[in-house]
């Protein structure tokens, strides 16, 4: 009876070691993002259906020429998934402002439309659509911008760890590359290259509202020097939106 009971023991023991053992293995753990299109896919994973879907926002536009601010306006701006954009810039009444619709861009100055032209906006693209869209357009979107979704490394930005997407050095300041915060899978940086002048944005200051992570500062900066800075503000995250608001037929009478 007695070995029975201490045979019956060694085997629990083996068991729970074993289980133990399986617990705290390296194959048990998260399955690591090796390249750009997984962690488009984790994004999504992620935030899909608890993103805020609608953004109204009030912003301070601070222009700079060198270290000096040289001009100063607030805007008004709205956001609807996936893909909307309006901007007025400085009240209704001045009548400027752009629509970004369907990858297109639309310039308005005094009520007039100055132009329409073909953009993948990538800021949009991925500080909010990348959580609506299905992976694979977001992926395709981020190729045609420029995005090399197969190059990938990790960087520290402002004291966080981060994913860093286009290329394998994070010392690269010219590449077009999207970073991305590792812990919370929102983006904190976006470089680009368009004609040869590097444009580097950053996306800061974080903040919890109404339980929604916000950025509440987007710097722009062209060859290292910052032009411009935003500042958001009055922000509010409407249960529905009204597509007029985007037809640029109505972009005369729309207010919001």
Same mark, same amino acid.
């Given at each position: 009876?007695?070995?029975?009971?201490?045979?019956?023991?060694?085997?629990?023991?083996?068991?729970?070691?074993?289980?133990?053992?399986?617990?705290?293995?390296?194959?048990?753990?998260?399955?690591?993002?090796?390249?750009?299109?997984?962690?488009?896919?984790?994004?999504?994973?992620?935030?899909?259906?608890?993103?805020?879907?609608?953004?109204?926002?009030?912003?301070?536009?601070?222009?700079?020429?060198?270290?000096?601010?040289?001009?100063?306006?607030?805007?008004?701006?709205?956001?609807?998934?996936?893909?909307?954009?309006?901007?007025?810039?400085?009240?209704? !009444?001045?009548? +400027?402002?752009?629509?970004?619709?369907?990858?297109?861009?639309? %310039?308005?100055?005094?009520?007039?439309?100055? /132009? &329409?032209?073909?953009?993948?906006?990538?800021?949009?693209?991925?500080?909010?659509?990348?959580?609506?869209?299905?992976?694979?357009?977001?992926?395709?979107?981020?190729?045609?911008?420029?995005?090399?979704?197969?190059?990938?490394?990790?960087?520290?930005?402002?004291?966080?760890?981060?994913?860093?997407?286009?290329?394998?050095?994070?010392?690269?300041?010219?590449?077009?590359?999207?970073?991305?915060?590792?812990?919370?899978?929102?983006?904190?940086?976006?470089?680009?290259?368009?004609?040869?002048?590097?444009?580097?944005? !950053?996306?800061? +200051?974080?903040?919890?509202?109404?339980?929604?992570?916000?950025? %509440?500062?987007?710097?722009?900066?062209?060859? /290292? &020097?910052?032009?411009?800075?935003?500042?958001?503000?009055?922000?509010?995250?409407?249960?529905?939106?009204?597509?007029?608001?985007?037809?640029?037929?109505?972009?005369?009478?729309?207010?919001?």
């Amino acid at each position: 009876m007695k070995n029975t009971l201490l045979n019956w023991a060694g085997i629990l023991c083996l068991c729970f070691a074993s289980l133990s053992l399986w617990a705290f293995t390296p194959a048990n753990k998260s399955k690591s993002i090796m390249n750009g299109t997984e962690l488009v896919q984790a994004m999504h994973s992620r935030w899909h259906k608890k993103w805020y879907p609608n953004f109204a926002f009030d912003q301070r536009a601070i222009y700079y020429e060198g270290d000096k601010i040289t001009k100063e306006e607030v805007w008004q701006e709205v956001y609807s998934q996936p893909g909307y954009l309006g901007i007025r810039f400085n009240g209704f !009444e001045s009548g +400027n402002g752009v629509i970004f619709r369907e990858d297109s861009l639309y %310039t308005f100055k005094n009520n007039q439309l100055q /132009g &329409k032209s073909f953009q993948i906006h990538p800021l949009l693209l991925l500080c909010f659509d990348v959580y609506f869209l299905q992976p694979e357009i977001t992926k395709q979107k981020l190729e045609k911008t420029g995005f090399d979704l197969s190059k990938m490394t990790e960087a520290k930005w402002q004291g966080r760890d981060a994913y860093v997407v286009g290329t394998t050095d994070a010392s690269d300041n010219t590449t077009p590359q999207f970073w991305v915060d590792k812990e919370r899978l929102y983006i904190v940086r976006v470089l680009t290259n368009p004609k040869g002048t590097p444009r580097d944005v !950053e996306v800061n +200051n974080y903040q919890k509202i109404e339980g929604k992570w916000v950025a %509440t500062e987007i710097i722009f900066k062209t060859d /290292g &020097k910052t032009t411009m800075r935003e500042e958001y503000f009055n922000m509010r995250f409407p249960k529905a939106m009204n597509k007029a608001w985007y037809d640029p037929a109505q972009f005369a009478s729309t207010k919001w």
